[in-house]
C-alpha cells in the first residue's frame, strides 16, 4: 500500500513504524474472512482492511470523523487478522498508534463509562469494593446491566512449603478479585511438584486495560510499575507465568512498549520470562490427572492466546494426557465477544458474539466449557447452558 504520512509524523519513530505496517499490506482482503466484526456487520468498514484504510486516511490527513471512532471502536483487538494475513500485517499495534492519536470525539457518557472502567478495574483495591457493590445490588438491576457484574471470591489462605524451584505467578486485576482460586489452585499444584510460587505484592494490572482504551500514559505507568516490581525477582524465579492469557500477551511484549525508556533492558528481561501457564506446564513436563467427575469438555481458545502469543495446541495437548475427551468445536479462531472491555462498551455486539460462539461449544454436548482468560470465562458463563471455568482447575 502506498502511503504519503506528513514528514512531522514520519520523524517520530511511531510515525515509521505506521508507515512500515501501512506498507506492507497489499490490499489481498483475506483477512476479512476471518474477522468477526466483518462477518457480523458485512460491512468492509467493520473489517481489517478497511480499518488499515481508514487508519491510513487519517494519519495523512490528520482529520477525524465520528465515523472513525466507531469503526475502530467496534473492533476486538481480537487479532485473528494477523493470524489469516499473508503479508504479516501487524494489525495490532497499527490499531494502537491510531488509537494513541485519535482525538477522542465520543458522546459524554460514553467517555465518563471508559473514564470509570480505567479507573477501576486495573486498582484490585478499588475494583473489591465496587464489585462488592454491584453484587449486593445485583437482585435490583437490569438484567443487561446485572450480567456485567464481575463475581467477587476470596481465596482459601495458602499453606505451602518452601522449594529450590520458584516462580512468580501474575495475580493481575479482575482475576484476582473474581476467580482468584485459579491462581491458589496452581500454587498448589506446583507445590504438591516441589515448585514454590513467590508472593510479589507490589505487581499489578499489566495495563493491557488502558492500552486498549488508548490510555498510552496510563498503560506506560502500569507496565513500568510492574517492571520494577518482578525484574529484582528474575534471577531467583525459572518463569513469570500468567494464568490470564489477556495479561501475558500484554507482559511479554513490554520489551517494545518500554523500548527507549529507562527500564527498557528490564522490561524486556521481564518479557521473556514471562509464559503462558500451559507452556510453562508442558516444558517442565509435570503430570496432571482428571480432578472431577465430568470428561467431556469444550475447549475455548482465547484469542489473546492463539492470535496474541500464538500458542496452539498446548492446553489441548495437557487436558487429553490427563484424560478429558475434548468436544469439536467449530470456528475455534472467532472471538467470543468479551475482548477486555468491549463486552460493556459494545455490548450488543459482544453479546452477538457471545451466542455464537456458545452454539459452536455446545455443539458436541460438553459437560463443561474450559477457557484460560477470566474476560472469556466470565463473559461465556453470563449465558452458558454448562459451567464455565479456567482449564487448570480441571488438573490436579
Ligand atoms: S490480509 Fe494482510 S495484506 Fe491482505 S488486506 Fe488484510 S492486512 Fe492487508
Ligand atoms: S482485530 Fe479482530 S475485530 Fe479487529 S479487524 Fe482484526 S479480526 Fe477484525
Not at 298 to 318: D, K, N
Amino acid at each position: 500500500m502506498q502511503t504519503q504520512l506528513p514528514e512531522s509524523l514520519l520523524a517520530t519513530d511511531r510515525g515509521q513504524r505506521a508507515q512500515t505496517i501501512l506498507r506492507s499490506c497489499v490490499h489481498c482482503g483475506f483477512c476479512n474472512a476471518t474477522c468477526p466484526t466483518y462477518q457480523l456487520f458485512g460491512d468492509e468498514l467493520d473489517g481489517p482492511r478497511g480499518r488499515i484504510y481508514q487508519i491510513k486516511s487519517f494519519l495523512e490527513t490528520g482529520e477525524a470523523t465520528l465515523r472513525i471512532n466507531t469503526h475502530l471502536d467496534r473492533c476486538l483487538t481480537c487479532r485473528s487478522c494477523e493470524t489469516t494475513c499473508p503479508s504479516g500485517v501487524a494489525y495490532g499495534e497499527l490499531l494502537e498508534i491510531a488509537r494513541e492519536s485519535l482525538p477522542d470525539d465520543r458522546v459524554w457518557w460514553r467517555r465518563l463509562l471508559i473514564w470509570g472502567l480505567k479507573a477501576v478495574v486495573p486498582r484490585r483495591q478499588l475494583l473489591r469494593p465496587v464489585a462488592a457493590l454491584g453484587n449486593l445490588m445485583k437482585p435490583l438491576l437490569p438484567g443487561s446491566l446485572a450480567q456485567k457484574v464481575p463475581p467477587m471470591r476470596v481465596a482459601d489462605p495458602l499453606r505451602l512449603g518452601t522449594h529450590p524451584r520458584k516462580v512468580i505467578v501474575l495475580q493481575g486485576c479482575v482475576q484476582s478479585v473474581s476467580t482468584p482460586e485459579v491462581n491458589t489452585h496452581l500454587a498448589r499444584l506446583l507445590d504438591a511438584r516441589g515448585i514454590e510460587v513467590l508472593d510479589v505484592r507490589a505487581e499489578t494490572c499489566c495495563g493491557s486495560l488502558a492500552l486498549h482504551l488508548g490510555d498510552e500514559p496510563a498503560a506506560i505507568g502500569a507496565m513500568v510499575g510492574n517492571v520494577r516490581a518482578l525484574a529484582g525477582y528474575l534471577d531467583s524465579v525459572e518463569a513469570v507465568i500468567s494464568t490470564a492469557s489477556g495479561c501475558g500477551v500484554t507482559v511479554q511484549d513490554y520489551g517494545r512498549h518500554l523500548a527507549g525508556t529507562a527500564e527498557a533492558a528490564e522490561a524486556e528481561s521481564v518479557a521473556k520470562k514471562t509464559l503462558d501457564v500451559a507452556t510453562f506446564l508442558a516444558q517442565s513436563g509435570l503430570r496432571f490427572n482428571r480432578s472431577r467427575e465430568e470428561k467431556r469438555i469444550a475447549w475455548h481458545t482465547p484469542c489473546t492466546l492463539q492470535h496474541g502469543q500464538r500458542s496452539r495446541g498446548v492446553v489441548e495437548g495437557l487436558l487429553r494426557a490427563a484424560g478429558y475427551e475434548l468436544t469439536p468445536v467449530a470456528d475455534p479462531h472467532l472471538c467470543c465477544g468479551s475482548a477486555g472491555t468491549y463486552s460493556i462498551l459494545q455490548p450488543d455486539t459482544a453479546q452477538a458474539l457471545r451466542d455464537r460462539k456458545l452454539d459452536s461449544l455446545e455443539g458436541g454436548n460438553p459437560e463443561l466449557i474450559a477457557t484460560a482468560n477470566i474476560g472469556c470465562q466470565l463473559h461465556l458463563a453470563s449465558a452458558a447452558g454448562v459451567p464455565v471455568v479456567h482449564w487448570l482447575q480441571l488438573l490436579k
